[in-house]
Structures are given as C-alpha cells and as structure tokens.
C-alpha cells in the first residue's frame, strides 16, 4: 500500500521547501523534490497538496481521557477524545496515568491500559502521575522506564489528594536522576493556596472568577522557582507543564539561561483566554474555564508574554492539557462554590488551528508552529525518529494543512469532543485541517472522519531526546 502526497509546501522545524512525500506501508517512504524520477510509475493513492503546507501530525503532550477528578470523571473517553484529536490534526497523544494517594501505581498503569486499549483513533503513550511518593512508587519508576512510560508528573498542588511534600519531590527526583526519567511538575503552591480559597468562600466569594484570584501568580512563580532549586540538587531534568504566569516563565528562562535541563509548556488557553473576559464572565458562565494554573489577567500582559517566549524557545512545547467537562452535572457541581468546580478546558481538537492562527497573525513562525506542536514535543517524550517528523523511516503520521482554508470553532461546527460546550466558541481559524494520515492511513479527508476505533496503538516511549 503505497501514498504519495505531491505538490505540497513540506513545513519542517527547521525550514519549508516543496516536496513530494512517498508513504510505503505504515512509515514515510521518500521525501523528495516534486517530479522526481524516483516517483514515476508509483502504484498508489494520490492526495494532492498543491497550495497547502504537509506537516507532521501534531503531537499533543498532555491530555487526560476518562480522569477521575472530584468526584466525576473527564468527559471524553480514548476513543471520543482521540477521535476529535484526529479531527484536529493530532495523531499523537500523551496522556496521564493517575495515582492518587493510596493506590500502586503499577495497577493504576495497568487500568489505564485497559481503558485506551482497543479504543483509540491515534496513537497513544502514557507518563504516570506519582500521587504518593514512597518506596514502592519510587520502585515502580524504575520499571516504568523499560515499560516505555518514562516520565512522571508530581504535584506541588492539591494537598491530601496529590500533593507531594518538598521532601518526597526531592526523592522522586533523585530516582528520576538515576534513572533518566523526566519530571514534570504541576508548580503551585497549593497550601498556600488552599487557605486563600477557604478564607474566599468564607466572605462569599463563590463565582468562578474566585478561581483565578485564589490562585495568584506568585503562587505558580514560588512553586516554580522552588521545583527548579529542587530538581537543581538532584540534577533531575524538570519540565514545568501548564505554566500561565509571565513570571514563572521567568524564572524557567533565567535556569535554561544557567545552562539547566528546564522546559516550559504552555497550553491554547493561556495564549489566548483571560481572567477577566472568560473566568470573569457573567453569572456560572466563567465554569466553562476553570483550570489550574488558572487563566491569567490581561491586564497583566501574561498572554502576549507566553507568546514572545515560545519565539525565544523557552516555552518549549505547547499541549492542551485537554481535560473536558460538561457544564450539565459537571461543571454545576460547583455552583455557589468555585472549588467544587472540576477543573479543566477541552482543547484537544483545536490546537493545531490555534497555533496555527498565531503564525497568520504574525506571532511565530510557522516552522515554530510545527517545533512547538509536533517536533519538540516527539523529542521530550522520548518519540523523536518515529513522530513529530516527515523523513525516511518515521511513521507516516501526516497532516495536509490548508493555509486557504477557513475554520469555524464552536458547537454545531467543528465540535467532537465529548462536551456540551466549546471553550473555544466563536474562534474563527484562517487555516483548515483537510487531510489526516496517522500511520500510513488516512483517518480524515475532505468527507471528515474517515478512521477507525483501536487504529491507535500503544507507544513505548524512550528517554527524553531533548535534554542538554
Ligand atoms: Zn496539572
Ligand atoms: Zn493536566
């Protein structure tokens, strides 16, 4: 089974030339100048890219189908969840194996096997989130990393359900250290932070615009600079995800500026949504984008910050973070109190079209597009050779992206993610996501979704191959 796409611009991390991309079976072929002899008489499906950009499929770092949080569960499953990521242009998820306090986490990976096994539309890894660290997760680290889950999310926030004190982030990091494992962080000072909620609920503040004051960026900076210090006396590799305040930035610039292995993410909604316009919305409405780090203040400046620092390099990829809820019995959970909230924005569908819309409007590049949303991150989750790259040899995981086309956000439109509403409602995108290749087979064309449910396969991972 061989494709050949012809007549498209090729968009790489480094460049953009026109070239013809020759699939053979699962994985790229040939990647060479239109016209070449090397192509003549091939017997095969023809996509034709004249006009468009031919990308890899987008690799989205961070995403939670089917999670557990406060007593409900993340709305999409892995297979709505990576359908609409296909959708999208994403042909590569990460998401996040939980381990709260109580549970081993050799079972919980083993239940998140079960849950995506057989349902995916796109290919998927896993990191494992270390909800209590003792000397059987710390044991189970280490076997992790020959199973291909080798990266590990702790928490500096949610006392009594995640969080992990100074002393057990230090022994994490340790093993992370010995064993080449990534750490990634969810950096907020969540003490802290949880008596400023308590004393907000006290004096009446319940609205969701109390979600975003209760946790101000000083608490996200503090949590930063102190993961940073942390990781520094272990020599463990940090990755700070979801970060939404210019300052914590800061400090993630002033340590890769120290030469230290640190790497920022930031997500759609911190480049785009804000604190007064979204959580400050009128009446319940701000629920829709409750999240933790929550959306900053414009007035502020974070956004056009988080911005200039994905041009610098020191955001160093961009995922969703995508962790979906209804309003209808989710999100009213927390109506009269902000914290019962289930915190999350739904994302996975759109991230491809809303960097995208960050290269027309003159942000980044669209080079930087692809680093940000396919090649970095194929790079810091240990993928890099078979994703986040059209070359020889790599899976044929490949977007035809139209730089004339046009794309509508919002319920009704483009919407398949499992949610009765879009964070997303009334984007307009000056870019349209036509073809979709995920391995060799095309799971979105012009007609739309054109996959197949368990398509998508398990992803061991290696070691991170973006470290200095
Ligand atoms: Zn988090
Ligand atoms: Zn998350």
Redesign the pocket.
């Known amino acids: 089974m061989k494709t050949l796409i012809t007549g498209g611009t090729v968009v790489s991390a480094t460049g953009s030339a026109p070239a013809d991309v020759l699939v053979d079976g699962e994985t790229i072929a040939a990647v060479v100048a239109p016209g070449h002899p090397l192509l003549e008489g091939i017997d095969g499906t023809v996509i034709d890219a004249t006009g468009k950009y031919v990308i890899p499929g987008g690799v989205d770092g ?1 995403t ?1 189908m089917e999670m557990p949080f406060g007593g409900t569960e993340a709305s999409d499953t892995f297979e709505t969840g990576t359908r609409a990521a296909a959708w999208g242009g994403t042909t590569t998820i990460i998401d ?1 194996v939980v381990q709260a306090h109580g549970q081993r986490v050799q079972d919980q990976l083993a239940r998140w096997h079960a849950k995506a096994a057989g349902n995916c539309a796109i290919d998927y890894g896993f990191h494992q989130i270390i909800g209590e660290v003792d000397d059987e997760s710390l044991r189970a680290m280490d076997e992790l990393i020959g199973e291909g889950v080798t990266s590990f ?1 702790l928490f500096m926030a949610y006392p009594g359900v995640f969080l992990s004190s100074d002393g057990q982030i230090l022994r994490a990091m340790q093993a992370a250290a010995a064993n080449g494992g990534l750490i990634m962080m ?1 950096a907020e000072n969540g003490s802290a932070i949880d008596v400023l909620v308590q004393q907000a609920l006290a004096r009446g503040e319940t609205t969701p615009y109390h979600h975003g004051l209760t946790r101000p960026w000083q608490a996200e900076q503090e949590a930063t600079h102190r993961a940073i210090m942390l990781a520094d006396i272990t020599g463990a590799p940090l990755y700070i ?2 970060v939404s305040a210019k300052q914590a930035l800061a400090r993630i610039a002033e340590a890769r500026d120290a030469g230290r292995n640190v790497f920022g993410e930031t997500c759609p909604q911190y480049l785009y949504l804000s604190l007064e316009e979204h959580l400050g919305a009128p009446g319940f409405e701000g629920a829709k984008w409750v999240c933790s780090t929550p959306l900053r203040a414009r007035a502020e400046g974070h956004q056009d910050e988080l911005w200039r620092y994905i041009r610098t390099g020191d955001v160093t990829t961009v995922s969703t ?1 995508h ?1 979906p809820f209804c309003m209808k019995d989710q999100k009213e959970m927390g109506i009269g109190d902000f914290s019962k909230i289930p915190n ?1 924005i739904g994302s996975v569908e759109h991230r491809m079209d809303l960097l995208y819309q960050g290269v027309v409007d003159g942000r980044i590049t669209k080079e930087r597009w692809v680093d940000v949303c396919c090649t970095t991150p194929a790079r810091m989750f240990g993928l890099y050779g078979r994703k986040g790259v059209i070359a020889p040899g790599a899976d044929a995981d490949i977007v035809v992206y139209d730089p004339a086309g046009h794309t509508s956000i919002g319920v009704g439109r483009t919407h398949h993610m499992n949610m009765d509403y879009s964070a997303w409602e009334g984007f307009e995108i000056d870019g349209h996501v036509d073809v979709v290749v995920s391995r060799g087979t095309v799971i979105v064309d012009r007609s739309g979704y054109v996959g197949t449910r368990g398509h998508g396969r398990f992803l061991a991972r290696q070691l991170s191959q973006n470290l200095i």
């Open positions: 961070h939670h996040f999310k969810h995800v979801h973070d962790c999350g």
